[in-house]
């Protein structure tokens, strides 16, 4: 009997052992898969940081062709918006000395007949530089502005003028848009 007893308590612990057996390896699978869940999760956060890392250099690269390619609009636009200035300023001389001639006062026929001539051909040139985007500085009468005006000479202040107020022009000045390309000579009051 004590055989049987120990035959039924091996059938019944048999099973107990048979199961623990199964627990443990449903343990160590569950184990496996929670350590490779981790392991997917930690890679997946890493590529999530890598892509986000991407995003944010070609955003970054987008961007800095963007603010080239204005930067290089707006150069451009310079360049065209001042083109000729270099021509301008070596027109200047023969504006200034055009006028010179035209100031000069003839007597007869032939120097009025030339005179004439001067007049159309400063005219002209006067009108081209005009139809470019090149004027003449206005400065007589003008009060003194040290951006559009250089004063070579200073006079004390007369009776019905102001303090600061240009009185004479010696030489004309002129600008290409808002460019100055050669501030007006002036002789200032004060």
């Known amino acids: 009997m004590a055989k049987e007893k120990q035959e039924e308590q091996q059938k019944q612990t048999a099973p107990e052992n048979e199961k623990a057996p199964k627990k443990d390896i449903k343990k160590e699978a569950s184990d496996k898969k929670g350590d490779q869940t981790s392991k997917l999760k930690e890679e997946i956060a890493d590529l999530k940081k890598q892509l986000a890392d991407k995003d944010d250099k070609y ?89 559009l005006h250089q004063a070579v000479q200073t006079v004390p202040v007369e009776e019905g003028q102001k303090p600061e107020t240009v009185v004479n022009v010696l030489q004309a000045g002129y600008q290409l848009k808002d460019r100055v390309l050669r501030p007006a000579m002036v002789v200032v009051a004060q």
Do not use: C, W
């Open 59 to 147: 955003l970054r690269a987008e961007a800095e062709i963007q603010n080239m390619t204005n930067r290089f609009n707006k150069e451009r636009a310079q360049i065209l918006k001042y083109d000729g200035q270099d021509l301008a300023k070596s027109i200047l001389p023969v504006l200034d000395n055009l006028k010179r001639a035209l100031a000069i006062e003839v007597v007869d026929d032939n120097g009025k007949q030339l005179k004439k001539g001067i007049q159309m051909v400063h005219d002209h040139l006067v009108k081209a530089l005009n139809d470019h985007g090149i004027t003449e500085i206005k400065a007589d009468g003008e009060t003194f502005d040290p951006t």
